[in-house]
């Protein structure tokens, strides 16, 4: 079964590899025969929220402050639950993880 799939396999897209300046492209190909046009692909910053304590959060494994600056993000506030990013007209709202379940046990002796 290996002999079968270890030949040369052909691809309906054809690239070329060395001029690929990001591996997070997309392809756009009107044409099967076209030689496909590579667009970059725009990705959003992701947050993750793990703690507030006081007037400090850890946002992707970074204490910030109000003012301070993540991944192009102005931290506009930090609340009990969420911390407010703003970069330009855009702003985003990070909530803690909400608790999981949590199992309690009691021991009794008998």
């Known amino acids: ?50 703690a507030i304590v006081n007037d400090k959060a850890l946002i992707n494994n970074h204490w910030v402050r109000v003012g301070d600056v993540l991944e192009g993000y102005r931290v506009e506030s930090i609340a009990e639950d969420h911390v407010v990013l703003k970069k330009a007209n855009r702003s985003v709202e990070v909530f803690l993880p909400k608790p999981k379940k949590i199992l309690q046990f009691q021991i009794t002796e008998g």
């Open 1 to 50: 079964m290996v002999e079968q799939i270890q030949g040369k396999r052909q691809s309906k897209v054809k690239v070329d590899f060395e001029k690929v300046v990001s591996p997070f492209a997309s392809f756009v190909q009107e044409d099967v025969n076209a030689t496909p046009i590579l667009k970059p692909v725009r990705q959003e910053a992701k947050f993750s929220l793990d």
